[in-house]
């Protein structure tokens, strides 16, 4: 099973580019990388998921390197909204070997 | 994406009592799962509901203590039986729609407390 680790915590600032980076040394060839936001008392948010290079949506961007032991979240421009906690998750998404680790995920504080 | 209601949203319960949570979705879906997350920690799958058979069970939880109904693609319940204060946790229900590399989708969870 492939393992994240993620920094527990970030702070930043409104406005700025935020870079979470996810460290997945042991990903296997089917897995996929997928990003989710948290808000206290909801329910995880689906950001992003990619496979390989580069993906980007109307909220960010993900950044995947050749050798997809690591992979970087990048939130554009931050508000104070986006505090939350975001989770990598790295799993294989095959029904019949369904599997997925929730790490701890990083806290990220956006200050004024 | 799907619309998840969880049902009840929060309870307070008394030790040696069960509940059951409803989770229902607004379209047909391919998985369900069930999930728990204690107070400032990440989630732990607690098992898969498969539509029609019986749930499949992560490594810690057992059927007798966390009984599992799908009886549909847009329904499940799960019961926390028995409960102890150490149950008290948020429970979470996702579902996933098509195609195996789909992202799942949450509910807003069942916020349980036992006394």
């Known amino acids: 099973l492939a393992k994240t680790t993620q920094p527990i915590s970030m702070d930043s600032y409104e406005g700025q580019e935020v870079n979470i980076t996810c460290s997945h040394n042991?990903?296997?060839?089917?897995?996929?990388i997928t990003w989710y936001q948290q808000f206290p008392s909801q329910g995880p948010r689906f950001i992003i998921q990619?496979?390989?290079?580069?993906v980007t949506n109307e909220v960010a961007s993900l950044f995947i390197p050749a050798d997809r032991k690591s992979s970087t979240l990048s939130l554009p421009r931050v508000s104070l909204s986006d505090t939350a906690v975001y989770y990598c998750?790295?799993?294989?998404?095959?029904?019949?070997?369904?599997?997925?680790?929730w790490g701890a995920g990083t806290k990220l504080i956006i200050k004024p | 994406s799907a619309v998840i209601s969880q049902k009840p949203s929060r309870d307070i319960c008394q030790r040696g009592t069960s509940l059951t949570i409803q989770c229902q979705v607004d379209s047909q879906v391919t998985m369900m799962f069930w999930y728990r997350q204690q107070p400032g920690q990440s989630l732990t799958l607690i098992a898969t509901?498969?539509?029609?058979?019986?749930?499949?069970?992560e490594s810690g939880f057992v059927i007798d203590k966390f009984p599992i109904s799908r009886p549909n693609l847009t329904f499940s319940t799960l019961t926390v039986s028995n409960m102890s204060p150490e149950d008290s946790s948020i429970y979470l229900c996702?579902?996933?729609?098509?195609?195996?590399?789909?992202?799942?989708?949450f509910g807003d969870g069942t916020r349980l407390s036992i006394l």
């Open positions: 990619g496979y390989k290079t580069k």
């Open positions: 042991n990903i296997a060839t089917n897995d996929y």
């Open positions: 996702s579902v996933r729609q098509g195609a195996a590399n789909q992202p799942q989708h």
């Open positions: 509901a498969n539509q029609g058979s019986e749930a499949t069970y």
């Open positions: 998750l790295v799993g294989d998404m095959v029904p019949s070997n369904y599997q997925l680790i």
